[in-house]
């Protein structure tokens, strides 16, 4: 896999956790620590694309 592939991959996921985290926030009762480790797990896929990504 290249390097744009990857990062392309790594947006695709980023999107993904995105659509989870506005799925869980409205549910009637969201479950915050999900919500805080989908985050996190955004904010670790974005630091990678932004290493990867070309400047």
């Not at 926030?25 to 904010?43: A, W």
Request: aromatic letters at 0%; hydrophobic letters at 35%.
């Amino acid at each position: 896999m290249s390097a744009t592939e990857h990062v392309e991959a790594l947006k695709a996921k980023h999107s993904d956790l995105d659509k989870l985290i506005a799925e869980e926030e409205s549910r009637p009762h969201p479950d915050d620590i999900r919500i805080t480790e989908l985050k996190r797990q955004k904010l670790k896929i974005k630091d990678e694309i932004n290493h990867l990504a070309p400047h």
